[in-house]
């Protein structure tokens, strides 16, 4: 995998009609070369049941091989959004992003090939 992208949400957004075109376009429709992952960062606090708190259409996305709803205990907020994923993901880089916003279908391809031409 070279890149992971981040996101996190909350309950006020994780229901909200538009929330799964976001994850649509994250993880369907990216036109890359590249391997990467979309990786929802929840909090236990914010869900204490995890699974069974989350909407039908945002657990579809647990079926795509590219996807994955990583669980933290604390709620850190938009923190939560880096560095639970950071620890899982030590030595790849990371794409942090909003939950509110559908991207452009080149999102993974220009920010990844940015990195790489100064990966410091």
Known sequence: M???VALTTWKGRIYD???PKVLFRLCAEQITNFSYKVVLS????EFPNKEADLPDDVLLF???DNFEIL???KNTKALKNYFP???KYKDVPIIDIGDDSIY???LVQVMYSEHLKAPE
Do not use: G, M
Request: charged share 30%; glycine share 0%; hydrophobic share 30%.
């Open 42 to 45: 929840l909090s236990e606090e």
């Open 104 to 106: 452009s279908q080149n």
């Open 2 to 4: 070279d890149v992971i």
């Open 17 to 19: 009609k538009n929330f």
């Open 85 to 87: 994923v950071k620890r």
């Open 71 to 73: 669980w933290s205990y």
């Open 62 to 64: 647990n079926e795509l």
